[in-house]
Structures are given as C-alpha cells and as structure tokens.
T-cell receptor, first 123, second 107 residues
Framework: QVQLVQSEAELKKPGASVRISCKTS????????LHWVRQAPGQRLEWLGW????????SYSYKFRARVTISGDTPTTTAYMELRRLTSEDTAVYFC????????????????WGQGTLITVSS | DIQLTQSPSSLSASVGDRVTIACRAS??????LNWYQQKGGEAPKLLIV???TLKTGVPPRFSGSGSGTEFSLTISSLHPEDFATYFC?????????FGHGTKVEIK
C-alpha cells in the first residue's frame, strides 16, 4: 500500500533553515508529483510547492518561492523540503502529499499524505 | 489566488443526521473541486474529486455536488467515525488553495 513517512519534529531558532524528509513506498516513485502543504495553528492548509519525481521539475507558490527548495531522490524514493530564513510564522505542521504527475488535466488533488512534521520556530 | 469560503465553520449534529457543508470559490473553478476529511492531528484523507466523484473506498453516504463557484458536501446519515473536520480544495490552477474547514461535532 502507498505510504508516505515523514521525518521527526524540529525546533529551530528564527533565521535558521530546516530540511525535512518524506520517505515514500508502495508505488512507482517516478509516476507522481510530491507536494508540501503546511497547517499553522488555527489556519487553513497552505500549499508550498511540488516536485515531479520523474523528471525533477519543480514549482513553488510565489509566497514561498524565495525561501523554499523541494527535491526528490529517486534511489531512496524520498522527497525533501528545505525552508530558509525561518520566522515564528513558519511554526506549523508540514505535510508531504502525493499528487498526479504534472502537467495534469482535471481537478488536481492530493491522494495520499504523510503523517505530518511539526516545525517549531522559537528563540 | 482563488479564495475558498466554507460554511458553516462548525456544526453540531447527531448520529444519523443529514449534514451539508458548503464551499464557495471566489471565481469559477468549473468542476475542479475536491473534499478532504481530517481527524484530529492526522493527515487529511481525500474523499471526493471533481466535485462529485467518490474516491474508491469512501462510503456512499458521502456525496458532492456543484460547479462553477458553489459546491457542497453532504453526509446522508452521520456515523460516529464521521465526526471530523472537512476541507474543500480547488484543483483548477496553481496555487491550489483550501477552505478553512468545517468541524463536525457531536451534539
């Protein structure tokens, strides 16, 4: 069965960077895109960006474009998300989520999700 | 960015009740609207794609309707395991955005 297993919670100081991982299994890694979506306390889910696992192509929400890098490693079937210049507003649970390979024609959706990784930014 | 507004923000209902949640988009997303269920701090679970298509394995008491800017999710008869938060998400264009959620609580 499809599984996405994320790395453990992180505590970071303002201004630092964080890199979290999403280990996938149960499907052909190259057949899909992997996304990162975050959920800050009391806020709605917010999409950060994606990587097409098959060709490494990426795209980011313009809100995060200057601070985020998303990548995929085919041999380990793992996706990564690095977020730089952290502030307290980045405190949130970060989810990886699988979606269809892009470009995709139809209602783009996220069919499997990781369990979430809490990133806390505090001095 | 396309904004999604859900209503109500929360509701209280009993097992067996029929429940409807609305999602309004700030501009037309045709039928490219999806629904998710989230329990506590768990990962969201995809329920409905393309406004009306149930994902495999989702019970038929869940249904979706709508197009353009007005959508709804209906649970025909609430089961105990349905008490959760429900989100809409449009799949029309990047950036994909989500509604703020509707929490379904036990009355």
């Amino acid at each position: 069965q499809v599984q996405l297993v994320q790395s453990e919670a992180e505590l970071k100081k303002p201004g630092a960077s964080v890199r979290i991982s999403c280990k996938t299994s149960g499907y052909n890694f190259k057949d899909n895109a992997l996304h990162w979506v975050r959920q800050a306390p009391g806020q709605r889910l917010e999409w950060l960006g994606w990587v097409n696992a098959g060709d490494g192509d990426t795209s980011y929400s313009y809100k995060f474009r200057a601070r985020v890098t998303i990548s995929g490693d085919t041999p380990t079937t793992t996706a990564y998300m690095e977020l730089r210049r952290l502030t307290s507003e980045d405190t949130a649970v970060y989810f990886c989520a699988r979606g269809p390979r892009i470009p995709f024609f139809g209602s783009y959706h996220f069919d499997y999700w990781g369990q979430g990784t809490l990133i806390t930014v505090s001095s | 960015d396309i904004q999604l507004t859900q209503s109500p923000s929360s509701l209280s209902a009993s097992v067996g009740d029929r429940v409807t949640i609305a999602c309004r988009a700030s501009e037309s997303v045709t039928n490219e609207l999806n629904w998710y269920q989230q329990k506590g701090g768990e990962a969201p679970k995809l329920l409905i794609v393309d406004a009306t298509t149930l994902k495999t394995g989702v019970p038929p008491r869940f249904s979706g309707s709508g197009s353009g800017t007005e959508f709804s999710l209906t649970i025909s008869s609430l089961h105990p395991e349905d008490f959760a938060t429900y989100f809409c998400q449009h799949g029309y264009s990047m950036p994909w955005t989500f509604g703020h959620g509707t929490k379904v609580e036990i009355k």
